[in-house]
């Protein structure tokens, strides 16, 4: 068998439409200009160039976004007081802070500060208790975009094997609750894991968000499975450049399963999309609107 190779760039493509036209819609039918706000403490050039990112991609969307940049040296509180200025803004709807923070900006404050309704990284406590707990909530973005690129290949999930590599609050622990929730029955494997590769190999749908490069082998995986590959390694090149791998050997893995992302232009692409989304879903649900059925 050789797999389908899931197109992430193209899936994502989709999504940012249909976000367009939610964007479009509220704004027709509501007069409501969703919104997004970006906060970058400090000038890390990686986190700039995320902020730019995400601005740019909510503009091209139609999403009103602001970044708002406060200094490597703000204290905490300044960066807290900030987040609860946002929090009582109705015209935002969806508030981000870009980690790493400082050192002195405790990442952990920064979440129990911010409200779960905004949170459209899905990262709050709050956020994480809500799909616990099976309510209605925002989702982190990777593992939403992953569990749509699932369904994507499968609509119906009951029953099947699940097994989710990784325990991260961002994309392991969610990921694993979000296919509980599809009825699947779900293992969540980690370093301590026992037999992993055989673990791997009960898997209908596999799901590997290790950081690991290849870690998980052709023969790990199961004929026929879905195979999720949510790892980016950067292996370093002889001529100074480098490689984007997966944490699954991908060429090996492809041979035996049903459908599989490729790394780059997987998951990567949908989790930015996934990000507009939840703003659309924050705007939606703090205006009491139901969310376009297609969203
Ligand atoms: P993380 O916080 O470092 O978590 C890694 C998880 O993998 C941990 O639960 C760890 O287990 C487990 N693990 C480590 N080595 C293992 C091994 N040898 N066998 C089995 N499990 C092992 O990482 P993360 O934030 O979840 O990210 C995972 C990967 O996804 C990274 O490559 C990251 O760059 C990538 N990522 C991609 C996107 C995207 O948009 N494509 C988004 C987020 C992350 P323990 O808990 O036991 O330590």
Known sequence: ?????????????????????????LKAEHDLTVSLTVVLVGDDPASEIYVRHKVTDAREVGIASTDVKLAATASEDAVLDHVRRLNGDPSVHGVLVQFPTPKQVRQDAVLDTLSPDKDVDGLTTLSAGRLVSGRPGLVACTPQGCLMIIKSVREKLDGASAVVIGRSQLVGKPMAHLLLGENCTVTMAHSRTRDLAGVARTADILVAAVGRAELVKGDWVKEGAIVIDVGMNRLPLPNGKSKLLGDVAYNEARERAAAITPVPGGVGPMTRACLLRNTVLAACAQHRIRPPAEL
């Open 1 to 25: 068998m050789t797999a389908q190779v899931i197109d992430g760039k193209a899936f994502a493509a989709s999504v940012r439409a249909r976000v367009k036209r939610a964007v479009e819609e």
